[in-house]
């Protein structure tokens, strides 16, 4: 269809429709909670996932943007880690750490994954969080993953969480709540828009479950899925409000417990890039910009939250 006159300003009326209906808008203003204990503090973080510029690079464009610090793989690299740790003094960003294994084999991923551990916590993070274990491993196996982060959660002070991640220990719902059932001091990365995934839905029918999950949560993925993916294209439009809407009635469960408790509680925004970002097809173009995604989270969840 060529665009006419008409056309165009057809579009752009629809345009403007739309930006008004931004189902985030709505969330960009402090919601209804009490005063704060004590030692809440809430700490938002960038993802360097997509990003092909330097550490130092990096730092500057998400120090610019407002970001407290950001989530990155551990550096096994020990050039690359030093690039990773002067960039974030001197940018005076705080960091947390991703730690995880890739072997099929249970005995070389618990390896890989104790090889990355170790040196992690050591690293002073302020958080780690663990792709740990897989699907099919059995739930002993898993089991010592747990055990191993609990050992050195305890001796090192770092707080360790594992994500509930495809394919990882907490792939789904109803595996997860056996592990939490199981063992007290498992805590957890929400990331929510998995299990929304897995489930095709919005977990209605595991409510108490998804309660369960909300009580050990200490780090959020404020990334929004849906039922026939993990990442919606643009949580900006007005057609994925229902997932918007569910996805920050869980937030807003645990930042409410959070300063009840005093506690301090971090976020990650995650929107990612192709291939979680859908792309148009042959040209891999992406359907919208990744970053400004990620920075419009931030500000919702810095107004609405902090």
């Not at 407290?68 to 690039?83: I, N």
């Not at 099929?104 to 104790?114: E, L, S, T």
Request: proline share 5%.
């Amino acid at each position: 269809m060529s665009i006419t006159r008409r056309n165009f300003l057809a579009l752009s009326a629809l345009s403007g429709t739309t930006l008004a209906m931004n189902p985030l808008e709505s969330l960009s203003k402090p919601f209804a909670h009490h005063t704060a204990a004590a030692g809440f503090e809430l700490l938002i973080f960038a993802t360097n996932w997509g990003y092909t510029g330097s550490w130092d690079e990096f730092c500057a464009a998400i120090k610019k943007e407002g970001y407290d610090g950001a989530e990155a793989w551990y550096p096994l690299d020990a050039t690359e880690r030093k690039s990773f740790l002067d960039a974030f003094h001197k940018h005076n960003l705080k960091y947390g750490f991703l730690v995880g294994g890739s072997e099929a084999d249970y005995q070389k991923h618990f390896q890989q994954f104790k090889t990355s551990l170790e040196p992690a916590a050591l690293a002073n993070p302020v958080y780690i969080n663990c792709h740990s274990g897989r699907d099919h491993f059995s739930f002993e196996q898993n089991k010592t993953f747990i055990d191993l982060t609990t050992e050195v959660s305890e001796r090192t002070k770092v707080p360790i969480y594992h994500e509930t991640h495809r394919s990882r220990i907490l792939y789904a719902a109803p595996v997860a709540r056996q592990y939490m059932e199981k063992i007290a001091p498992l805590r957890i990365t929400l990331d929510i828009s998995h299990w929304c995934n897995v489930h095709e839905s919005f977990l209605v029918d595991q409510t108490e479950t998804v309660a369960l999950a909300l009580s050990r949560t200490g780090h959020i993925h404020a990334r929004i899925g849906h039922a026939e993916g993990p990442q919606v294209n643009d949580p900006r439009a007005p057609e994925w409000k229902d997932a918007v809407d569910a996805h920050f009635a869980w937030w807003d469960k645990v930042v409410e417990a959070k300063r009840k408790e005093g506690k301090r509680l971090t976020m990650l925004t995650e929107f990612g890039p192709i291939d979680y970002m859908p792309a148009v097809p042959y040209t891999r173009q992406a359907l919208a910009n990744q970053w400004e995604i990620n920075v419009h989270m931030l500000k919702t969840l810095r107004a609405r939250y902090a």
